[in-house]
């Protein structure tokens, strides 16, 4: 598989990455940790060098998936994981709010590293913007953690652009993950204008619009119980009816290239700036390749445009997030 810098840092890793919270959390049981340890092992095999974790996605549980699936390869891939959320004291696998204070943050370090079965994190996250703890404190801790040698690089997840300039100014940002696909294409005002200046790579996150645009959900499909997308304005039967004309879009300009819904998706996002590294997640190795394959998949001038000028005209219906997460996203 080609290769990325994220930004202008020295992190080098796959064109495609691999989002690992699915396989643990959010989308229904945690899946088979045996199936996923395979899963992870053939991604390493396909060429994918880059894996993203948390220590909230499980909780913990998915951190030590990773931590046991890809311990053979240490040194040869990369992973990223993120603080910043606060356990319940009452109910420790449940969380209370954010938490970025500096002694929390070293404990979450501490914990991760334990975990992942590393000598060092490689890319270390703050999951969400604190609004108690001020940014400059969040980016000296881990500048602190970098210059002890636990950390490699700092990375910052749904921050807004005056956060990321004032975190940046402190310790080096190295990558911002945040949701952007076809079907949220709000970074695009602010965020990338501002990491292009900055010399800062770019994550996505829910490249596939977490499942819709692979064209394989429609009104009628039901999730399951513990399915994080059965809160979410954006799924609910009306909203992903309406939502079809955009998956239409994506099968018709697949039809004329061989490719898949979620192929076109990816291939994209990959060709809006060479410094974004998208992290599609799945729990199915027909998934693992067919993402994969998108990262070979190179559009046209003529493509690119066809897909800007249709989807211009198609309005998304629903809220990417509930009201009570929204309000987690940063300024």
């Known amino acids: 598989m080609q290769t990325r810098k994220l930004g202008h840092s020295n992190l080098e890793v796959s064109a495609l990455g691999l989002g690992c919270m699915g396989m643990s959390f959010g989308y229904g049981p945690p899946s088979d940790k045996q199936e996923m340890i395979a899963l992870l092992r053939t991604a390493v095999a396909r060429g994918v060098t880059f894996f993203d974790t948390a220590e909230v996605y499980g909780p913990f549980t998915n951190e030590e998936l990773v931590g046991e699936a890809l311990a053979p390869f240490r040194g040869r891939v990369t992973i990223a994981t993120k603080f910043g959320f606060k356990p319940d004291p009452a109910e420790p696998a449940k969380w209370s709010g954010l938490d970025s204070r500096p002694e929390h943050i070293r404990q979450v370090v501490e914990a991760s590293l334990e975990r992942l079965r590393v000598e060092v994190i490689d890319?270390?996250?703050?999951?969400?913007?604190?609004?108690?703890?001020?940014?400059?404190d969040v980016a000296g801790a881990v500048k602190e953690l970098i210059r002890a040698g636990k950390v490699k690089h700092f990375g910052l997840s749904e921050a807004g652009a005056q956060t990321i300039r004032r975190a940046h100014a402190v310790?080096?940002?190295?990558?911002?993950?945040?949701?952007?696909?076809?079907?949220?294409?709000?970074?695009?005002?602010?965020?990338?204008?501002?990491?292009?200046?900055?010399?800062?790579?770019?994550?996505?996150?829910?490249?596939?619009?977490?499942?819709f645009l692979t064209g394989k959900i429609d009104e009628t499909t039901t999730f399951d119980r513990n399915d994080f997308r059965n809160i979410v304005p954006r799924f609910t039967p009306e909203a992903r009816k309406a939502n079809q004309a955009l998956v239409e879009l994506l099968r018709a300009i697949g039809a004329k290239r061989k490719a898949t819904p979620a192929q076109i998706a990816l291939a994209w996002l990959l060709a809006q700036k060479p410094w974004i590294v998208p992290i599609p997640g799945t729990r199915k190795l027909e998934r693992l390749d067919e993402n994969i394959g998108a990262a070979d998949l190179q559009l046209t001038a003529a493509d690119l445009r066809d897909i800007d000028r249709a989807a211009a005209s198609i309005e998304v219906h629903g809220a990417r997030y509930p009201d009570s997460l929204e309000q987690m996203t940063g300024r």
């Not at 190295?174 to 204008?193: F, G, H, M, N």
């Open 123 to 136: 890319l270390l996250y703050q999951h969400r913007v604190d609004p108690g703890v001020p940014i400059e």
């Open 171 to 211: 310790q080096p940002v190295t990558a911002v993950q945040s949701e952007y696909s076809l079907w949220w294409r709000r970074p695009e005002e602010e965020i990338l204008p501002t990491l292009e200046e900055l010399g800062i790579g770019f994550v996505p996150f829910s490249p596939l619009g977490r499942g």
